[in-house]
């Protein structure tokens, strides 16, 4: 692939954002469509946040990623702010407008849901409760496309319930905050469970949840990719659930932002998931 001077540029701003994988996520597809473009990670302090985003429609970006810790902070800065984005209450993806503004918009939701329909295309929103572990930024996004998808009821547990009750009543929709000392209990007749808490990463203590009441029938989807199949997953998987790991969810949020600043919208294959990986 060859990098001219007319090339679209885009990247990903975080702090730090050397174990991002989205640049060799995008660079798989920049050269896979044969794109004169490039994506480049961006490491920007916070103090330098403010400083950088107003630079880069000048600089000739078309847009960018953002990750932690700027997703909150970004959105007084944007010009632009998508409904959803204002909703969830946090920005990850830029996109440069014509006139030299900014857009921020929010495809975490998206791309969670696109993650569970390719996963498990037997699931339905409508089959039945979900049961949702954390209420932090990523359950914000999980919560709001489950509830505009339809779920009927969406279960809540987090360790601070306080976190929990606010999440409920900024987003509505069909939520039921549980007690963390009755997660266990909350599962009973969901068709749905998902952990979107840092329990069970690399590094970080497994998710405390007997899964005894969840029906063999639910799906069970963890957030986390790294690894690929935490211990939640392991056991759902050996009590016979269907399951589906987190890196789609990495994927498919990409999808809409690549399409806004290279022209020409990609797909999430098998190969593009090996090349993440490896």
């Known amino acids: 692939m060859i990098v001219s001077g007319k090339a679209r540029l885009a990247g990903v701003l975080g702090w730090p954002v050397s174990h991002s994988r989205s640049p060799r996520l995008h660079g798989f597809w920049l050269e896979q469509?044969?794109?004169?473009?490039?994506?480049?990670?961006?490491?920007?302090?916070?103090?330098?946040?403010?400083?950088?985003?107003?630079?880069?429609?000048?600089?000739?970006?078309?847009?960018?990623?953002?990750?932690?810790?700027?997703?909150?902070?970004?959105?007084r800065l944007v010009d632009h702010l998508d409904p959803l984005a204002r909703r969830i209450g946090a920005v990850n993806t830029l996109v440069a407008r014509d006139d030299g503004s900014l857009e921020g918009r929010n495809t975490d939701a998206y791309g969670f849901f696109e993650n569970l329909r390719q996963g498990c295309p037997a699931w339905a929103p409508a089959s039945g409760p979900a049961a949702v572990i954390g209420a932090g930024g990523a359950s914000r996004a999980v919560v709001a496309a489950l509830t505009d998808a339809g779920v009927p009821e969406i279960r809540l547990a987090n360790r601070s319930r306080e976190r929990a009750e606010i999440l409920a009543a900024d987003l509505g929709g069909p939520v039921r905050v549980v007690e963390w000392s009755e997660r266990a209990g909350m599962l009973d007749g969901c068709a749905l469970l998902v952990n979107t808490t840092t329990l069970g990463m690399s590094g970080q203590p497994d998710?405390?949840?007997?899964?005894?009441?969840?029906?063999?029938?639910?799906?069970?989807?963890?957030?986390?990719?790294?690894?690929?199949?935490?211990?939640?997953?392991?056991?759902?998987?050996?009590?016979?659930?269907?399951?589906?790991?987190?890196?789609?969810?990495?994927?498919?949020?990409?999808?809409?932002?690549?399409?806004?600043?290279?022209g020409r919208r990609p797909v999430v294959s098998d190969e593009l998931r090996a090349f993440v990986l490896s």
Not at 219 to 248: F, H, K, M, Q, S
């Open 33 to 75: 469509l044969d794109i004169d473009g490039a994506y480049l990670p961006l490491p920007v302090a916070p103090g330098d946040l403010e400083a950088v985003i107003r630079a880069l429609p000048r600089m000739g970006f078309r847009g960018a990623n953002v990750t932690v810790p700027h997703k909150e902070a970004v959105m």
């Open 207 to 262: 998710l405390d949840l007997d899964l005894s009441a969840l029906p063999q029938t639910a799906l069970v989807n963890d957030i986390v990719y790294v690894p690929l199949e935490t211990d939640l997953l392991a056991r759902a998987r050996r009590r016979g659930n269907p399951v589906v790991d987190g890196l789609g969810m990495l994927l498919h949020q990409a999808v809409p932002g690549f399409a806004a600043w290279f």
